[in-house]
């Protein structure tokens, strides 16, 4: 079955640590998103990529840093930078590069720092 | 600028009453529209999606909604909540002025009681 995985499900980290959150999909779609979600605040854009080799900054990328050297993988580092780490993260992506089409959604990475 | 508001940020109603869950837009050209449903520590599920064509979209799980450009509304509707229907909904906007983001609205969840 075609879609997207995230791993882990859940992460723990001790503060001061750099930590990559895993993002693949199988649907050969060339956009892929990354949101942060924390309570009542609906989802917020941290990076997204159009293409390969190519990555956009979102409206919350400070503290964050993303590679997209595969169509298929777009993993997330969250670097020690990033003052309030934990959060609810989905990864996202979307076939055609077109504002009318749906994106897909992972299931999610919930990430603890303490 | 693209926006979402959705108003109330719960809403709670009686198993077999009717759900209707707002959302008004701002898009300074033809938007696109999409309803998401969200499971506790899952990723979002498309719903329903509004392309400019058909005003009155119908989605899965017996959701609906309506696109009423003279309002800037698009407000889900089910005619008889399911306590499977308990969960959080997200309202989202995308347009050619915003590049290839989606904006999400802060989100609505929805108690079903039996």
């Known amino acids: 079955d075609g879609g997207i995985t995230q791993s882990p499900k859940y992460l723990f980290r001790k503060e001061g640590q750099n930590v990559t959150l895993s993002c693949e999909q199988n649907?050969?779609?060339?956009?892929m998103y990354w949101y942060r979600q924390d309570p009542g605040q609906g989802l917020r854009l941290i990076y997204y990529?159009?293409?390969?080799?190519?990555?956009q900054k979102g409206d919350i990328a400070e503290g964050y840093s993303v590679s997209r050297e595969k169509k298929e993988s777009f993993p997330l580092t969250v670097t020690s930078a990033q003052k309030n780490p934990t959060a609810f993260y989905l990864c996202?992506?979307?076939?055609?590069?077109?504002?009318?089409?749906?994106?897909?959604f992972g299931p999610g990475t919930r990430l603890t720092v303490t | 600028a693209q926006s979402v508001t959705q108003l109330g940020s719960h809403v709670s109603v009686s198993e077999g009453a009717l759900v209707l869950l707002r959302c008004n837009y701002s898009?300074?050209?033809?938007?696109?529209l999409f309803w998401y449903v969200q499971y506790p520590n899952q990723g979002l599920q498309l719903l329903l999606k509004?392309?400019?064509?058909?005003?009155l979209v119908k989605g899965i799980n017996g959701f609906e909604a309506e696109f009423k450009k003279s309002e800037t509304s698009f407000h889900l509707t089910k005619p008889s909540a399911h306590m499977s229907d308990a969960a959080e909904y997200f309202c989202?906007?995308?347009?050619?002025?915003?590049?290839?983001?989606?904006?999400f609205g802060a989100g609505t969840r929805l108690f079903v009681k039996a």
């Open positions: 996202a992506s979307r076939g055609q590069n077109k504002q009318k089409y749906e994106q897909y």
């Open positions: 649907l050969n779609h060339d956009a």
């Open positions: 990529s159009q293409i390969v080799n190519d990555f």
């Open positions: 898009s300074s050209v033809p938007p696109y």
């Open positions: 509004y392309t400019s064509a058909a005003t």
């Open positions: 989202a906007v995308s347009d050619s002025t915003g590049g290839f983001k989606t904006i």
